[in-house]
């Protein structure tokens, strides 16, 4: 089992930056790939990025390559994502994704289906 718990969100201008965190319990956090998503109003929810825990690999949405930042630190059992040059467009609530060892990473890693814990969300909020 795991638990985890964002941090971070809140009110930014467009072109600024915000760093979430997702801390996790539970002792094989460094096992379990992980995920962020976001769920924009009226909008289903989307990818933004993930870090595979075999190579620490990181794989990006298009819309938000080159802007932000996914890592982890498995000292802490925290992983985080870094945002910068924020749009309007990045408001959402976004929510982190554990993902454990065993699920196959290739055509999952970038849906909801390939994790089985998820955060409670943290509000992003870009003004323009």
């Known amino acids: 089992q795991v638990q985890l718990v964002e941090s971070g969100g809140g009110l930014v201008q467009a072109g600024g930056s915000l760093r979430l965190s997702c801390a996790a319990s539970g002792r094989t956090f460094i096992r379990y790939s992980m995920g962020w998503f976001r769920q924009a109003p009226g909008k289903e929810r989307e990818f933004v990025a993930a870090?595979?825990?075999?190579?620490?690999?990181?794989y990006y949405a298009d819309s938000v390559k080159g802007r932000f930042t996914i890592s982890r630190d498995n000292a802490k059992n925290t992983v985080y994502l870094q945002m910068n040059s924020l749009k309007p467009e990045d408001t959402a609530v976004y929510y982190c994704?554990?993902?454990?060892?065993?699920?196959?990473?290739?055509?999952?890693?970038?849906?909801?289906?390939?994790?089985?814990?998820w955060g409670q969300g943290t509000q992003v909020t870009v003004s323009s």
């Open positions: 994704a554990a993902s454990p060892p065993a699920t196959p990473w290739s055509g999952t890693y970038n849906v909801e289906e390939g994790y089985d814990y």
């Open positions: 870090i595979r825990w075999s190579d620490v690999s990181t």
